[in-house]
């Protein structure tokens, strides 16, 4: 069988990728401990992003708001004139910018900060590898996520063959958006799946994340009948998601497939705000508060295996 990139399916090499971030022992991502690791990049425009500095590839960079003291260091060294005062804090024209990094450097609070990074698959599996004793002894692994990581498919299917050859479980967190061949690809390179259905009616998905939800249904009817184990997740988005009539149709569409599996519920993350204002954008609803308990459990009660 041939890869994405025509080589055998045995044949490992390489390749370096974009990402942004990676969690050391994280412990929502996936079983055990686990290290996480965003892939930079989304071909979905979710409007409640909780991970804004994912969402598309390239260099970018960030003020963390509540880290900088206003010092103006960054305002003076920058050559192109991309960054100034507004409104008390520090802005960056994005246009102007070359990121040239000075103002990263001379930041004296490291609230300045690129947001991008290329990696290299070897590099990431050796990291792997120093925390295996972690993970090893509490059944956990690496965790892929995003912005959404079957958006970069080669690095993504080098990546995972590398940390199988280490003997690494290996997970992937996904909103399915790809062509299946992309899954067919990766799929014998990964012992579980964290997969999003978001919203179940069509219109409503395109509305909110900017495509079509009937390749990801049908991305998540060839995932099921590989027989690994896959949890469904779904962000509760007020309002959006988190209605009884969107939470009862993914609990039948998954029982059409399977009625064994889990639908796990993400409460809302109220602080994904901040983000957006770290990177000059305005959050969708800034009054948006996660569900307390009990609203929290009766939309789950919508989910539960009967
Ligand atoms: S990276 Fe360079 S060009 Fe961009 S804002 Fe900072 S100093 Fe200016
Ligand atoms: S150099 Fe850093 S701390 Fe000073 S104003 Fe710029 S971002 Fe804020």
Redesign the pocket.
């Known amino acids: 069988m041939r890869s994405l990139r025509g080589q055998s399916m045995e044949e490992t090499r390489e390749m370096k990728g974009e990402i942004f971030d990676i969690k050391h022992f994280a412990v929502h991502d996936g079983p055990g401990i686990r290290t996480t690791i965003f892939l930079k990049g989304c071909p979905l425009h979710c409007v409640w992003c909780h991970n804004p500095e994912g969402m598309k590839r390239g260099r970018d960079l960030w003020?963390k708001r509540e880290?900088?003291?206003?010092?103006?260091?960054?305002?003076h060294t920058c050559p192109k004139q991309a960054l100034s005062f507004r409104d008390g804090e520090?802005s960056v024209d994005r246009s102007l910018c070359d990121f040239c990094n000075l103002?990263v450097e001379?930041?004296?609070?490291r609230?300045?900060r690129r947001i991008d990074r290329m990696a290299d698959t070897k590099e990431l599996t050796e990291l792997l590898k120093r925390e295996q004793l972690f993970s090893d002894v509490t059944g956990g692994g690496v965790t892929i996520s995003g912005g959404e990581p079957l958006y970069q498919p080669e690095f993504l299917l080098e990546l995972l063959k590398s940390m199988k050859e280490a003997g690494i479980d290996t997970c992937i967190e996904t909103s399915m958006f790809a062509p299946q061949r992309v899954l067919e690809e990766i799929a014998p390179y990964l012992d579980r799946f964290l997969v999003d259905i978001k919203i179940l009616d069509e219109e409503t998905h395109k509305k909110y994340t900017g495509v079509s939800n009937r390749q990801i249904l049908s991305n998540f009817r060839y995932l099921a009948g590989l027989g690994k184990p896959i949890l469904v997740r779904v962000p509760l988005i007020p309002g959006i998601t988190a209605t009884e009539e969107n939470l009862r149709g993914i609990r039948s569409f998954v029982d059409s497939v399977d009625p064994k599996l889990q639908i796990e519920l993400l409460n809302f993350n109220s602080f994904a705000g901040t983000k957006y204002r770290f990177l000059d954008k305005t959050y969708f609803d800034e009054e948006l508060r996660a569900f307390p308990k009990e609203e929290f459990e009766r939309l789950c009660s919508y989910v539960e295996v009967r």
Do not use: F, L
């Open positions: 003020v880290a900088c003291i206003h010092c103006g260091t960054c305002v520090v103002c001379k930041c004296p609070s609230a300045m």
